[in-house]
């Protein structure tokens, strides 16, 4: 089995922790050179030294926000002008929680801005690499609400629906092309994301974070939350060439958390 990306560049959105940071550390484990995407220089250029193959790979990190995504495409237009890239990783904190009755349209078109708009204007950015490269994988990180709605993440259940459509869609048109379009569903995974969901839940409960805690592990059937790194190796899978004929995919990562077929 082919699981090499010795060769290959790869963009990371993300990458300052959690989920897009175990990412691009798989992705460099398996020779990957990575550019990390966020918000935070400093935060970035901690973990773009970490990565294996160190400087000798020529990592990098790009500082940008998601929020403006026709600025956010323009930095990374300007940075792939030098080294086009061949696997883009598009990942962004999700919107904020709360019940869907009492979302404001900001919060609608801030979650639309920041996931499906700005998804989009970076593959723009990322496909003419690509075609040149004759390699392409697009990864999408979204969340197991695209099959099941979860209770009390509104926005978030509505704009992650919205890009797997937009994915599908993607993948169907860029499948003649050999270019592979893929969603990862991460179930509850360790990071400060999931920390702060449990947080906002024991405020509204009056309960001890803890409990809560207890609570969702107990609704995983592996009874634990994932690792970051385990959500990061079905990514990095997809990104290489052992992914080549699977595309239009939406994979959960969650435990067997998912009851749907
Ligand atoms: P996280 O909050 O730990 O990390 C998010 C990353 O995105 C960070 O690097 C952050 O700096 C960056 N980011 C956020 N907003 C940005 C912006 N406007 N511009 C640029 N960078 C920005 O999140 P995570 O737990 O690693 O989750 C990654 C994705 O997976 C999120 O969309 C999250 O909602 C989703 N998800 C997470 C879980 C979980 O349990 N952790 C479960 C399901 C889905």
Redesign the pocket.
């Known amino acids: 089995m082919n699981i090499d990306l010795t060769g290959k560049h790869a963009l990371v ?10 990412t691009a550390e798989a992705l460099a484990e398996l020779g990957a050179r990575v550019t990390v ?4 220089r400093d ?1 970035l250029e901690v973990v773009a030294g970490q990565l294996a193959g160190g400087s000798a790979r020529q990592h990098h990190a790009l500082a ?4 403006s995504p026709e600025k ?1 495409a323009a930095d990374v237009s300007t940075h792939l002008q030098t080294q086009p890239a061949q696997i883009l990783v598009n ?5 904020p929680p709360g019940p869907i009755a009492e979302a404001e349209a900001e919060a609608f078109l801030a979650g639309f801005r ?2 499906l708009v ?1 998804n989009q204007l970076l593959v723009r950015a990322t496909l003419p690499g690509m075609r040149a490269g004759g390699y392409g994988r697009i990864l999408n ?5 695209v099959y099941e709605p979860i209770v009390g993440l509104g926005v ?1 259940n509505t704009v992650r629906a919205a890009v797997a459509a937009w994915a599908k869609t993607l993948s169907r048109e860029l499948a003649p092309e050999g270019i592979t379009v893929n969603n990862v ?10 920390d ?2 449990i947080r906002g839940r024991a405020e509204k409960a009056g309960v001890p974070e803890d409990e809560i805690a207890a609570g969702m592990r107990a609704s995983v059937p592996m009874g634990r ?2 690792k ?1 790194g385990e959500v990061a190796d079905a990514l990095a899978f997809l990104a290489s060439p052992a992914g080549s004929y699977i595309s239009g995919q939406s994979l959960a990562v969650d435990g067997g958390r998912l009851q749907s077929i």
């Open positions: 959105c993300g990458a300052s922790r959690g989920i897009g940071r175990a995407v966020a918000r935070s935060q940008t926000d998601f929020s956010a990942n962004a904190g999700g919107p920041t996931h700005c990180i979204i969340s197991t609400s978030s569903l991460p179930g509850f995974t360790a990071t400060d994301r999931l702060g969901l939350f994932a970051p």
